[in-house]
C-alpha cells in the first residue's frame, strides 16, 4: 500500500469519529450556535433570491466559502454542514500530525498514535471544534503557522518563509479572532527569524510573510467599501469581559506539553524560541480577546495552543524523555481541560459537556412554536439574519420573503404590511433593535396592525397572520 492510500486511510478514519462524536452531540440535543449561523448563511446565499441583501459582515470568507461550496455540491439533506465541514478540516490536522510524527519525528507506530489520539481527542480541542469550521480552520492554521516558524529558524529558506506565510493566511481569514492573532504575531515575527535572514533584509523578510494575509484582507476591505458591508462583526454590543484569572487558568492548563518540551530544547535556542515565540501569539491573542470578547469562553481562545502543543512534541529530540514527559504532559493537560470545561451551569461549555456525557438538552419551546406556525406556509415575511436557527429548524427558507425581493422593498419603503405572515424576533438588548421588520414597523409589538392577527407575541417572538376577508 503506497504512502498516500494510508494517509488517506488514516483521514477517512479520523473523520469517521469526528463525525460520530458531532453526530452524538446533535443525538443529544447540542449544536452550537456558530455552525446554525453559518449553516444559515449558507443556506439563505445559496438558495435564496439572486439580490438578497445582507447587513452581516463578510468576514470571515474562508469557512462561509468552504460551507456554501458544500452545499452546492452535496446538499443538505438535513445534515449540518458546518460541522461536515470543520470534521475533515480536523481529520486532516489529526493526520498531519501523526505524519509528522512518523516521518520526521522519527516516532514508532505506536507512539505516533498515542500522541495523536492524545491531541486529537483533547477535550479543549473537540469543544473548539464542535463550534464551526472556523476555529477548526484556525487551529489548522496556527500548527501550520508554528511549524513553519521553527523550519525557518532552522533554515531561513524560501519554502519555509511560504509556509508561514499560508498559515498567517488560514488563521487570519478563518475567523474575526484570527485578525487578533495575526497582529500578535507581527513583533514575535521578528523575534523568531533566522538572525543571518532578518538582519539582511528586515522590511523584506516581514513583507513576504505578511502580504498575503495583508493583501486578502485589504481586498475584503474594498469589498465591504464598494457593497457598503460591514467588514467584522459589531464589538459594540459588548459581552461580559471573561475574568482574567479564567484566562490564565486556561493558559496553564493547556501549555505542560510546551513547558516540558520547552524545558528539554532549552539549550537549543534555534527550536526554542521559536516554539516560545508560536505559543506567545496564542497568549496575547487571548488577552486581546479578554478586552474585546470575541469569544466569551476562554477555553476557545486558548484552544490553538493544542496546535502549538503539537509543533512542541514534533520538534521533541528522540529519546526516553520524550515517550514518558511528551505522553504524561499531554495527559495532564488533557485531564486538566476535562475538568475545567463545564464549571459553570449554564454555559456553552456545560451544554457541550452535558450532550458529551449523555444528557439530553432541552429544545428552546418558542422557536419550536414559531416552526410549527410557519411550517408550510407560503408569503412569511422576514429578517432571515436574525433567525438563523428558525432557517435551519425548518430545513430551508421556502415560502419566506427575503431582503432584496420586490415584495419585501416595497413593504418596507411603502411602510404596508400585505403579506400572509409578519415574523419578527425581539433583541436581547431592549435598546438596540435589529431585526429589519421590527424596526420598520414597531407598532407591531404594541397591537397588531389593521387586518391581521396575533399568532404569537412574547419576550422573544412576533408572529402575524393575515385575517381571511
Known amino acids: 500500500m503506497s504512502d498516500f492510500s494510508r494517509t488517506s486511510l488514516f483521514w477517512l478514519a479520523v473523520f469517521s469519529a469526528y463525525l460520530a462524536f458531532a453526530a452524538w452531540l446533535q443525538m443529544h440535543g447540542y449544536l452550537a450556535s456558530g455552525v446554525v449561523d453559518l449553516w444559515s448563511r449558507s443556506i439563505v446565499q445559496v438558495d435564496g433570491p439572486p439580490g438578497f441583501k445582507s447587513t452581516d459582515s463578510i468576514y470571515p470568507p474562508l469557512p462561509l466559502v468552504l460551507v456554501m461550496v458544500s452545499h452546492v455540491v452535496f446538499g443538505s439533506a438535513g445534515v449540518p454542514l458546518p460541522t461536515v465541514v470543520a470534521a475533515a478540516v480536523a481529520a486532516l490536522m489529526a493526520t498531519s500530525w501523526y505524519s509528522n510524527f512518523r516521518s520526521q519525528g522519527r516516532m514508532s507506530v505506536t507512539l505516533a498514535i498515542v500522541l495523536t489520539l492524545l491531541l486529537a481527542t483533547h477535550p479543549a480541542l473537540l469543544f473548539t471544534i464542535s463550534q464551526g469550521p472556523e476555529l477548526a480552520l484556525l487551529c489548522l492554521g496556527v500548527w501550520v503557522f508554528a511549524r513553519g516558524v521553527v523550519n525557518l529558524r532552522l533554515t531561513g529558506s524560501a519554502p519555509d518563509m511560504m509556509k508561514v506565510a499560508v498559515g498567517l493566511m488560514l488563521v487570519g481569514l478563518s475567523s474575526t479572532y484570527g485578525l487578533l492573532f ?122 490553538p495552543l493544542v496546535s502549538v502543543a503539537a509543533v512542541a512534541i514534533r520538534f521533541w529530540p528522540p529519546g526516553l524523555s520524550r515517550t514518558i514527559l511528551a505522553s504524561a504532559a499531554l495527559a495532564s493537560s488533557w485531564m486538566s481541560c476535562a475538568l475545567l470545561l463545564g464549571q459553570d451551569d449554564g454555559t456553552e461549555p456545560s451544554r457541550w459537556q452535558a450532550a458529551v456525557g449523555g444528557s439530553d438538552i432541552a429544545p428552546n419551546a418558542s422557536l419550536m412554536t414559531v416552526a410549527d406556525i410557519l411550517r408550510g406556509r407560503e408569503g412569511i415575511l422576514i429578517d432571515v439574519e436574525r433567525s438563523p436557527d428558525l432557517v435551519v429548524e425548518l430545513g430551508g427558507i ?54 391581521y392577527r396575533y399568532r404569537l407575541n412574547s419576550d422573544e417572538w412576533i408572529v402575524l397572520e393575515k385575517e381571511e376577508a
Open 182 to 303: 495575526t497582529l500578535a504575531s507581527l513583533p514575535f515575527l521578528a523575534v523568531a527569524a533566522r538572525p543571518s535572514l532578518f538582519m539582511s533584509s528586515p522590511v523584506g523578510y516581514l513583507f513576504a510573510i505578511v502580504f498575503p494575509v495583508a493583501c486578502a484582507i485589504g481586498s475584503l476591505l474594498f469589498v465591504s467599501f464598494i457593497f457598503d458591508t460591514p467588514l467584522v462583526p459589531d464589538l459594540s454590543p459588548a459581552r461580559p469581559s471573561t475574568p482574567l484569572q479564567l484566562v490564565l487558568v486556561s493558559l496553564l492548563a493547556l501549555s505542560p506539553p510546551i513547558l516540558a518540551a520547552c524545558a528539554r530544547l532549552r539549550r537549543a535556542p534555534m527550536y526554542l524560541v521559536p516554539l516560545v515565540t508560536s505559543a506567545s501569539c496564542v497568549v496575547v491573542a487571548a488577552l486581546f480577546n479578554q478586552s474585546l470578547v470575541i469569544f466569551s469562553d476562554p477555553m476557545i481562545a486558548c484552544a
Open 398 to 451: 421556502e415560502g419566506m420573503v427575503l431582503a432584496g425581493t420586490p415584495k419585501f422593498e416595497l413593504t418596507v419603503l411603502g411602510g404596508r404590511l400585505d403579506e400572509n405572515i409578519i415574523v419578527a424576533r425581539r433583541s436581547a438588548n431592549a435598546a438596540r433593535t435589529e431585526d429589519q421588520v421590527l424596526r420598520r414597523f414597531p407598532g407591531i409589538s404594541v397591537a397588531p396592525p389593521y387586518g
